[in-house]
């Protein structure tokens, strides 16, 4: 799980727990300008592709987190429930994409939206 607050300018991202072992991150920095779309999606964490690993660890049906590549993207997950997850559009960043589950989707949402607005304005 990832713990999200906004610090100045920026979003960040703590992984929780174990989850910094099974991920090889244990925190991620990102400017708000970069975030470009914030949104819940428990249907981006199901299935058992999520692309080609580059590092971390994928437990189909379990676990999946760290980096992987998909259809041109990098993109950071982190993930075991998808009822609790929400993915976030970057630009200008190495990860294209966050897949994360958060404690409460919809306060997290909130946040970020309340940040960058709706739509990444």
């Known amino acids: 799980m990832v713990e999200i607050s906004v610090a100045g300018e920026k979003a960040v991202f703590e992984v929780e727990g174990l989850d910094k072992m099974w991920s090889l991150r244990s925190r991620l920095e990102i400017p708000l300008a970069h975030i ?3 949104h819940a999606d428990p249907a981006a964490a199901r299935g058992w592709y999520h692309g ?3 590092l971390g660890s994928n437990i189909p049906g379990i676990l999946t987190a760290g980096t ?3 259809d041109g993207n990098n993109v950071f997950w982190d993930v075991h429930d998808p009822e609790r997850t929400i993915v976030l559009d ?3 960043e ?5 897949i994360i589950e958060v404690d409460d989707p919809a306060n997290a949402v909130a946040l970020l939206e309340s940040r960058i607005g709706p739509a990444g304005d």
């Open 36 to 38: 470009t779309g914030v």
């Open 52 to 54: 080609l690993r580059l």
């Open 68 to 70: 992987f590549h998909r």
């Open 90 to 92: 970057l630009d200008h």
């Open 94 to 98: 190495f990860y294209d994409k966050l």
